[in-house]
């Protein structure tokens, strides 16, 4: 069963960056395409941005020119680069699989934008 532990976030003021990590327990960015999804206080989990195995990244509009996913193969790690931060980027992000059925998510790591 693979595992997933995500961290990084914290408490930033508007403008600020922060670096987000997903650690994974088996080597699947290879064959998956692997994304970072973000769950704020009374609303639905949405996904943020997605990398193929390929390499290809999509962001979603919100995000887009801000946030950058990238990943260590060799380190079995997702990144999650996070600048220009905004209020509306508080949340809790989790990575997961972008297709299929989703693995057991992870505790996420809170991000908290607030001056």
Do not use: H
Not at 9 to 35: K, T, Y
Not at 42 to 70: C, H, M, N, P
Request: a positive charge; charged letters at 15%.
């Amino acid at each position: 069963q693979v595992q997933l532990v995500e961290s990084g976030g914290g408490l930033v003021q508007p403008g600020g960056s922060l670096r987000l990590s997903c650690a994974a327990s088996e080597n699947i960015f290879i064959f998956n395409i692997m994304g970072w999804y973000r769950q704020a206080p009374g609303k639905q989990r949405e996904l943020v941005a997605r990398l193929t195995s390929g390499g290809i990244a999509i962001y979603a509009d919100s995000v887009k020119g801000r946030f950058t996913i990238s990943r260590d193969n060799a380190k079995r790690t997702l990144y999650l680069q996070m600048n220009n931060l905004k209020p509306e980027d508080t949340a809790v992000y989790y990575c997961n699989r972008y297709l299929g059925q989703y693995w057991p998510w992870g505790q996420g790591t809170q991000v908290t934008v607030s001056s």
